[in-house]
């Protein structure tokens, strides 16, 4: 069990996006709309065979901000979770669960 509960905690990030509050949307909502306008700004200043690599750079970055404001934004406080933290404890000391 502790096993399984160490791998849900160093896999967890995967279901950030989908913790995330209203707030924390919009958040990144804005994040991406800054990128676009920067990336398009950027693209109308060189040459058209530039732009591919400007637009991947331009992804990358809001990747990376993504990830930021959710790492920062959102938690896994689940109860039930928590709780399994205990079982291995209370099954030494007392027998069972109960």
């Known amino acids: 069990m502790e096993a399984?509960?160490?791998c849900f905690h160093n896999n967890k990030d995967v279901f950030l996006e989908h913790r995330a509050?209203?707030?924390?949307?919009?958040?990144?909502?804005?994040?991406?709309t800054k990128s676009?306008?920067?990336?398009?700004?950027?693209?109308?200043?060189?040459?058209?065979?530039?732009?591919?690599?400007i637009s991947g750079s331009y992804d990358q970055e809001f990747a990376a901000e993504r990830a930021?404001?959710?790492?920062?934004?959102?938690?896994?406080n689940f109860p039930k979770i928590h709780l399994t933290s205990h079982f291995r404890?209370?099954?030494?000391m007392f027998?069972?669960?109960?």
């Open 21 to 32: 509050l209203k707030q924390i949307r919009m958040l990144v909502k804005a994040a991406k």
């Open 95 to 98: 027998g069972s669960l109960e």
């Open 68 to 76: 930021r404001i959710y790492q920062k934004h959102t938690h896994f």
């Open 36 to 53: 676009v306008k920067a990336r398009d700004l950027q693209l109308k200043k060189t040459h058209h065979c530039d732009s591919q690599k």
């Open 89 to 92: 404890e209370s099954i030494e």
């Open 4 to 6: 399984s509960l160490g």
